[in-house]
């Protein structure tokens, strides 16, 4: 069974950092597209970043992220481990949110979406 969890999140104050990590678990034949997603109260879910496999053992390859976040947060893998990871930086209030990892994983013939369970992120003002 394939499973994501996530680590890293917590509480800093406006001007902070933190860095998410997502690690992966289970028999898994390839992991393709890898990313961030967050929710606030009463929001819906929104893209964070995501970053292809770049294919072999090395780091990723292309990465998009969203507007609100380029520039600060950076997102990046390591194929040889099937984890992804996000830093963020000058992090403000309107980050707050839970942070969720998802990956397009392939396992026993079968491509599916798989989620985390999601860390809180919580940024003071």
């Known amino acids: 069974q394939v499973q994501l969890v996530e680590s890293g999140g917590g509480l800093v104050q406006a001007g902070g950092s933190l860095r998410l990590s997502c690690s992966t678990s289970g028999i898994i034949s390839v992991i393709r597209a890898m990313g961030w997603y967050r929710q606030a109260p009463e929001k819906q879910r929104e893209l964070v970043a995501v970053i292809t496999s770049g294919g072999g053992g090395g780091s990723g390859g292309n990465t998009v992220y969203a507007h609100s976040v380029k520039g600060r947060f950076t997102i990046t893998r390591d194929n040889a481990k099937n984890t992804v990871l996000l830093q963020m930086n000058s992090l403000t209030p309107e980050d707050t949110a839970v942070y969720y990892c998802?990956?397009?994983?392939?396992?026993?013939?079968?491509?599916?979406?798989?989620w985390g369970q999601g860390t809180q992120v919580t940024v003071s003002s």
């Open positions: 998802n990956a397009q994983i392939t396992t026993g013939g079968r491509t599916g979406n798989y």
